[in-house]
């Protein structure tokens, strides 16, 4: 069979074989469709943005597999019709694997449905509004820009910055704008600010209905304005706020993002006119300056060569989102890859339920929610579906551009640089004492921070300050309140009056108030009904207005201005003992321990004494009754007897000094028990008097009585009174003749009654904690933090304690002139332990040292004593008895000896004063002996270890070989009687 094949096929098979990639050298095309509103601002401004995008990726990526085929659809920004339309005809007849745009967040919302459909993915840069959730399952739209939500912290943290505690929303009336109000509620309530009003402005209202409604918002006291809408409404409410004086001096005006971000591209005449001074937050853009600086050539370049006749200098926020948007489409393009480009199942007209299904669809747009790459804005990454951002720039505007004074991040707060090193924290920090923001420009062309509100409305109304009333004459000091009979004028005075009008005087501004009281005739509210009354009828009640929980439900409280506190005031009874008041200034265990010591000390002294000193032996009675007489005559310094023993002498000076410490503290005590009124309460306790079923006082129509049923009173015991004069009576005539027997109210009352009846009361029993008196206003009033400072001010500084000086006297006058209250208490042993340990340890260091020295004189007598064959009882007896001999040795007894024997040489001239070796000679016989027995003083050691041989008061004599050892080996020793009896 024969083929002939003509000249075309033959040249196309040789260029097939020849260059095989030839045929892949075309990059597969990817129609993505982009629907913009290309008549307005954002719309112009984001479609040249998109092709100077296309075109630098892929000059960036000449090898690209696949290739974007954009097709521009227009769709006007308030017809979501359109747009929908622009979308089946997109997706139906062109087989876009993508859509960017539309422009607003409802016809974004319209075109997510029919991408989720189709499965192309809707890839927005304008459609901010936190209405459409990019997070939604099975999504196929994504926000490639800020989420207006995410604005709201840094505008509450601005609100918070300058401590302003109100603020106005004023908002688009759309989707775009009321979706957004919620969000900035929950951020300003989380720094303690709330937003007192919202005004919905239509995009298409008039002029003349924008001013009536500005001028309702300039009526209130509010002066904090946020406002949210897009910008060409925008700029009729700041021209309008112009006309209607709102853009002067103590007015402060937020404007979100969307027109924040595109100040550069509005009316100039309108910015300089109509918008300087005011505040704006705008995610930051943190892009490299070189490679922003050339796409900015490149789209003024363009945009100047499509719309020659505009206004506009800027790119904006949206072009630049616009860019990112396009680069991250691409990329993810390619990275599907050609097999699956413009692949479609079904499909073939332009009927919603016929559009084709796009294969491609699913796996795109999860690639697009993963691409992540260097955009111009920055780092493009998506966060749940839509662009995060974190850092916001705050901008202030001044002549027609937005300057930034600071920036704003989630870790740092407000900060004056983007790279802040300490982590600031806004709450708690609202003055401008730590600057964290450039100076700001404000409205009117002042420097002076917006105080956010005035106290009063345009008509320049006086605030009522409501007074309870009448008070009984008894606490006018406190509170008085009457009416000029000939003008009708209220006059307040008093302490509450005075502190109220001083705070107010310390308040950054001026506050016009007059007062107002009840209507004659009419009777006296309860305060917590008078609470109720407050919102609506009332701009404040100044008054002894007790802090509570359930008051706070209906009114906003300042500071408490007082002492809080409910106690109670009871008679008082002298408690001053006349028969045994000797005995009150120490307490039984110091009596007791006194008395031991003395005792003790007078046996340490005796023991150290006795056998060195005269004075100190006889018969036992007469021993006793020496260390008795001897230790307690140290109480006046009276004692006689001598003492010859340094221990003994270094015993009583220790002792004499504490006696003295004792003594003087006794004295003091006693004297100022006698002459200082020791008064007591009659009552210390709140459960005494409900046993007891008492009759208890308190202050008509004032809480009290609910806090006292609650403990437990009789409804029959509580009694109500007016006046401190009623309070002296019915404490005077006692519960059981129809009076009280004690005035349970606040502490700042019962200040009052003491001042002029200390003399017979006195306030006793535990503090109860309350509130406090504060000053009420209505829920929400602006004034109530600044006054709360004001009243901080007032109470740290001495006008405050002058004040009360003025109103309620000096303190300390009553225990000066009228009675005196005894704090003095009897002294405990835990007063004089310390002097106690040291007398006790120096007896008994001396007791100690006396018997060591005993011990070691007589160590080779003792030896013997203490053998093992002899009986403990023995032992006993034996060494007591050798410890109550004198000890002959001493100094004392041999100057008494010497003196004896003086004596005797005058009386007999021939008696020799030599002294032989004979031990019974001399001898010397006291005249005080224990038990007759003979008192004998030897001249030499020796001699006294033989006289212990021949003691007779010992039971059982010494051997005679414990005697030659005694006498130290000598030949000879002595027998009974003085006899000598040969040695060996």
């Not at 396009?326 to 692949?343: D, I, L, R, S």
Request: glycine share 8%.
């Amino acid at each position: 069979m024969r083929i002939t094949l003509s000249f075309p096929i033959l040249l196309l098979l040789l260029v097939l074989l020849l260059f095989p990639s030839a045929a892949a050298a075309a990059p597969a095309e990817v129609n993505v469709g982009v629907i913009l509103d290309l008549n307005s601002t954002i719309g112009s401004i984001c479609q040249v943005s998109v092709k100077i995008a296309l075109s630098d990726y892929y000059a960036a990526h000449p090898d690209s597999a696949t290739r974007l085929r954009l097709y521009f659809r227009h769709s006007p920004r308030d017809d979501v019709v359109s747009a929908a339309a622009a979308a089946v005809d997109l997706i139906g007849n062109y087989r876009v694997s993508a859509i960017l745009g539309p422009q607003t967040t409802t016809s974004a919302a319209f075109v997510a449905d029919i991408g989720s459909k189709s499965h192309v993915p809707v890839v927005s840069f304008s459609a901010t509004s936190p209405s459409l959730s990019p997070s939604a399952p099975a999504s196929f739209f994504i926000r490639a820009a800020v989420s207006d939500a995410a604005s709201a912290q840094p505008i509450a943290a601005l609100v918070e910055y300058f401590a302003w505690r109100r603020a106005v929303v004023v908002y688009e009336d759309s989707d775009y704008g009321s979706a957004f109000v919620p969000y900035l509620v929950d951020a300003l309530d989380a720094v303690g600010s709330q937003v007192t009003y919202r005004v919905a402005v239509l995009e298409s209202a008039s002029g003349d209905t924008v001013l009536s409604q500005l001028y309702q918002l300039k009526s209130m006291q509010t002066r904090v304005f946020v406002v949210h809408a897009t910008a060409g409404l925008a700029l009729k409410i700041f021209a309008n706020a112009k006309k209607a004086g709102m853009m002067e001096d103590g007015f402060a005006w937020i404007a979100t993002d969307a027109i924040t971000g595109l100040i550069g591209s509005m009316d100039r005449l309108t910015v300089l006119d109509s918008m300087q001074g005011v505040l704006g937050v705008r995610p930051h853009v943190s892009h490299k300056p070189e490679r922003f600086r050339e796409f900015v050539r490149k789209w003024r370049r363009e945009f100047l060569t499509e719309n020659p006749n505009s206004d506009v200098v800027d790119v904006s926020t949206y072009g630049v989102w616009a860019y990112d948007a396009v680069t991250a489409v691409a990329t993810a393009a390619e990275a599907v890859g050609v097999a699956a480009a413009g692949k479609a199942s079904g499909g073939g007209g332009s009927l919603l339920s016929k559009l084709p299904v796009m294969e491609s669809g699913e796996k795109l747009v999860e690639e697009i929610r993963r691409t992540e790459l260097e955009g111009l804005a920055g780092q493009f990454k998506l966060v749940n579906g839509e662009l995060n951002a974190t850092v916001f720039q705050i901008a202030n505007v001044v002549e027609e551009k937005a300057h930034g004074i600071g920036f704003w991040k989630p870790s740092n707060g407000l900060s004056m640089k983007l790279h802040s090193a300490a982590k600031a924290n806004n709450k708690g920090n609202s003055s401008n004492s730590m600057i964290r923001l450039r100076p700001v420009f404000w409205p009117g062309d002042s420097m002076k921070v917006p105080n956010g509100f005035v106290p009063t409305t345009t008509s320049e109304r006086k605030l009522k300050i409501y007074v309870p009333g009448p008070v009984d004459t008894g606490f006018h000091s406190f509170l008085s309140v009457t009416r000029n009979p000939v003008t009708k004028e209220v006059v307040a005075g008093g302490f509450v009056i005075e502190v109220f009008e001083e705070a107010v005087k310390r308040l950054p501004y001026a506050l016009p108030f007059e007062y107002v009281m009840r209507e004659e005739g009419k009777r006296g509210m309860k305060y917590d009904e008078l609470m109720k009354q407050v919102p609506g009828k009332y701009d404040a009640v100044v008054g002894d207005v007790t802090i509570t929980a359930n008051r706070s439900e209906f009114v906003d409280f300042t500071l408490p201005y007082t002492v809080a506190g409910v106690s109670m005031v009871v008679p008082i009874r002298d408690e001053r003992s006349k028969t045994w008041i000797f005995l009150k200034p120490l307490k039984a265990d110091l009596w007791l321990v006194s008395g031991a010591f003395f005792v003790f000390t007078g046996f340490v002294v005796w023991v150290i004494e006795h056998r060195v000193n005269e004075e100190f032996r006889g018969p036992p009675a007469h021993q006793a009754g020496t260390v008795f007489y001897f230790t307690f005559s140290t109480l006046v310094f009276a004692h006689r007897e001598s003492m010859v023993s340094n221990l003994s002498r270094f015993v009583v000076v220790i002792w004499i000094f504490v006696v003295f410490i004792l003594q003087s503290s006794y004295t003091a005590n006693l004297t100022s028990m006698l002459t200082v009124r020791k008064i007591r309460p009659t009552v210390t306790d709140i459960n005494e008097l409900i046993k007891s079923k008492e009759n208890v006082g308190y202050l008509e129509n004032s809480f009290i009585r609910g806090r006292l049923q609650k403990l437990g009173f009789d409804n029959s015991t509580l009694k109500p009174y007016k006046s401190p004069e009623q309070y002296a009576d019915a404490l005077k005539n006692g519960s059981t003749n129809g009076g009280v027997a004690a005035i349970i109210d606040e502490i700042p009352y019962l200040k009052v009654f003491l001042k002029d009846y200390c003399d017979s009361y006195i306030m006793a029993g535990p503090t109860n904690k309350t509130g406090g008196f504060g000053f009420a206003f209505p829920k929400g009033s602006p004034i109530v933090p600044d006054l709360s400072r004001a009243i901080l001010n007032l109470t740290e500084s001495d006008q405050m304690a002058e004040i009360e000086r003025r109103w309620f006297g000096d303190e300390t006058g009553c225990t000066i002139e009228g009675s005196k209250i005894s704090l003095n208490q009897s002294l405990s042993f835990m007063s004089f332990w310390g002097l106690f340990l040291i007398t006790g340890s120096t007896s008994l260091l001396a007791l100690f040292f006396c018997l060591a020295s005993f011990l070691y004189k007589n160590r080779h007598i003792l030896s013997q004593v203490v053998a093992p064959k002899k009986s403990i009882k023995y032992r006993v007896h034996s060494v007591v008895k050798l410890y109550d001999q004198k000890d002959l040795t001493s100094h004392t007894f041999r100057r008494g000896e010497l003196r004896n024997r003086a004596a005797m040489s005058m009386e007999d001239p021939s008696a020799s004063p030599s002294v032989n070796n004979n031990i019974g000679s001399p001898v010397s016989t006291s005249d005080h002996t224990y038990g007759g027995t003979p008192s004998v003083e030897l001249t030499s050691p020796r001699q006294e270890r033989a006289l212990l041989c021949l003691q007779p008061n010992f039971t059982t004599p010494l051997q005679p070989d414990t005697c030659r050892a005694s006498i130290g080996g000598g030949e000879e020793m002595v027998g009974p009687g003085g006899a000598h009896v040969a040695g060996g």
